[in-house]
């Protein structure tokens, strides 16, 4: 079974920079569009950005030209770089993959949340 961890939160003052990975581990015969959304205290859970398998991403509007995301397909595994952080970023952010499973069967897994934490 796919899973995901995350990893590269943590507390960041206003106008820093963080970077968060996600692995994925598991049998799986391959791994398409993988993605970083987030919740925040009190909201839902809300997009981020996604990248596919091919290197197309698609970002949240209001985070165009402050977040970046990429992947490493050979080590299976998906970043977000997120710059000029501000303290509405704080949230918990998670990863996601559409995952074709050992028997074909498509999978949508979740990790479970790093949290950021945007304050002075």
């Known amino acids: 079974q796919v899973q995901l961890v995350e990893s590269g939160g943590g507390l960041v003052q206003p106008g820093g920079s963080l970077r968060l990975s996600c692995a994925a581990s598991?049998?799986?015969?391959?791994?398409?569009?993988m993605g970083w959304y987030r919740q925040a205290p009190g909201k839902e859970r809300e997009l981020v950005a996604t990248?596919?398998?091919?290197?197309?991403?698609n970002y949240a509007d209001a985070l165009k030209g402050r977040f970046a995301i990429s992947r490493d397909n050979a080590k299976n595994t998906v970043y977000l770089q997120m710059n000029s952080l501000k303290p509405e970023d704080t949230a918990v952010y998670y990863c996601?993959?559409?995952?074709?499973?050992?028997?074909?069967?498509?999978?949508?897994?979740w990790g479970q949340g790093t949290l950021v934490t945007v304050s002075s």
């Open positions: 598991g049998g799986s015969r391959s791994i398409n569009t």
């Open positions: 996601n993959a559409g995952v074709v499973g050992v028997y074909y069967e498509y999978l949508e897994v």
């Open positions: 990248i596919t398998e091919g290197g197309s991403t």
